[in-house]
């Protein structure tokens, strides 16, 4: 979490690592007292604060106002907003984290001059998001931009939002880390890479290391889910021909070019000709302030509405 | 082609079939004078229109005002904005014939309560259109909304736009006629059930004449591909979350409700729980008069502009 300026300069970043194993009000209380804590070490009074953002796993419903399904928790029906607005005196708005890291990229980052504008960011799960005419598309009930759910492969493996073959099943980063722990297993049981690869908590960075070490099977299988993420890439582009594409999250940010190379030569393979010459492919440079930036924007932009 | 007055009431129709073996050149000319003729059988003056509207096949380059690709007729970078301009003394506008079709359905049809619709028409090809907060939502160059050409499995059969797996090549009438004729000529060469299927001239009518007659393997054939139809809905879903998705095209208007069956189906089993609950899919009734109604809306709408 962060305090940001009007125009977008973060005050102060707060870092906090979701609790397991707990209810989601648990979670929500840790969330609450981590916020508190931030405002008392930054001097900063609550109403100060012009209004908060909050960025919420899975699908934010405008409608009900609650978290409909959040796939990676198994969270369903989540009354959020009823839950923070009895604790906080300033104005408060909700939004999926991924559609909030792709307004940060729209309004503090490399969309700032684009109208139309796709973010897929490659964490836990595979997130997303739209920019349509320079506003966040966030479809009927707020489940729009649920890239990571797109089915690649027909009948590919299980996802955990019940579905089969999705993009996240494939592509995200505890895919790619569980098929390499799997192939590792198989190999090199009781080795030294194996214990290495599976004690790195940082995910990504295991994934990112393993493909330095060239080890043959773990660069084949991230090659194949890069691959996956040039396909989805290229549905995208043909279904919704953005001026821009933007990756980011822990994978992309650990693979940088090397994710950004792949998913273009794809794309010049195998997306519609007179449309993919013109969408700009890359990863954003805001890192892990993308979804503080967009919370930032989202009030702006409630705010600005409201005048 | 057709007149329409202001109210979206067809004053006149006129069905031209393509011309195969032909040149663009020669295929406009063709439809130049059958738009001449109609006129004339319709004792309209040209200068009594307020504009035309044109649906293309392919992607209609907004910035460049070409056809910058139409797989299935292979055709690339036609100039077919100077071509009509020249031709007639009113205004004209061009759009990809079923973005023209979807923008139909929700001007005239069963879009008109609608925010969010996507249209999927199946016929030779499958062609698809989005509208986003009321208006036909196009993409940055004009390639929007090639729901045909997103990957349903990734290293599917080849389609005509270059790229494997397409929605297209799996469930378009042309993918589905020719896998049925495939099997017919392996299990029933020289007999009456493998000529009349191939002797019948509407695609759409003989692919429903084989689902009627029960025979195994040609209802296999179709279930899949409305499966894949379905799988493909799923992705939309997710990604666009519509408030309503119209099916149309010769395959839809053959098929109706047990389309729309399948499709749900797939989608109650596979879509995002909390957000697939409140998307309406149906055919739309329009049928072959959704292009022409759409093409009348889109020079009201080009007309509104520019007061």
Not at 26 to 55: T, V, Y
Not at 125 to 135: A, E, M, R, S, V
Not at 174 to 194: D, F, N, W
Request: charged share 20%; net charge negative; hydrophobic share 40%.
């Amino acid at each position: 979490m962060g305090i940001v300026d009007p125009d977008g300069q973060i005050l102060t970043r707060y870092m906090l690592l979701t609790p397991g194993n707990k209810t989601w009000m648990e979670i929500m209380d840790q969330i609450h007292a981590s916020f508190i804590d931030m405002l008392k070490q930054s001097d900063i009074a609550i109403n100060e604060l012009k209004g908060i953002g909050i960025g919420c796993p899975g699908t934010f419903d405008s409608k009900r106002e609650t978290i409909s399904f959040a796939p990676n928790l198994n969270w369903k029906n989540i009354p959020i907003k009823s839950y923070f607005t009895q604790k906080f005196p300033v104005p408060i708005w909700f939004e999926n984290d991924t559609n909030l890291s792709t307004l940060g990229v729209a309004t503090f980052g490399e969309g700032r001059n684009s109208d139309s504008i796709i973010g897929i960011f490659i964490g836990t799960g595979i997130g997303g998001g739209l920019i349509i005419d320079k506003k966040l598309y966030t479809g009927n009930t707020g489940g729009a931009g649920e890239i990571g759910h797109m089915v690649i492969i027909e009948n590919g493996p299980q996802c955990q939002c019940g579905n089969r073959g999705c993009l996240e099943a494939i592509a995200s980063t505890s895919a790619i880390h569980q098929k390499i722990y799997r192939s590792y297993l198989r190999q090199y049981e009781g080795s030294g890479i194996l214990n290495k690869f599976k004690e790195n908590p940082n995910k990504s960075d295991a994934i990112k290391t393993a493909f330095s070490s060239g080890e043959p099977a773990a660069v084949a299988i991230i090659n194949e889910a890069f691959y996956s993420l040039g396909i989805g890439t290229v549905s995208l582009i043909n279904l919704v021909n953005p001026e821009l594409i933007v990756f980011g999250g822990g994978l992309a940010e650990s693979f940088g070019d090397i994710i950004i190379k792949s998913v273009k030569q794809t794309v010049e393979q195998r997306a519609m000709p007179g449309t993919y010459e013109n969408v700009r492919i890359t990863c954003t440079a805001l890192g892990e302030d993308a979804p503080i930036l967009g919370a930032a924007a989202l009030v702006k932009m409630k705010l600005e509405n409201d005048d």
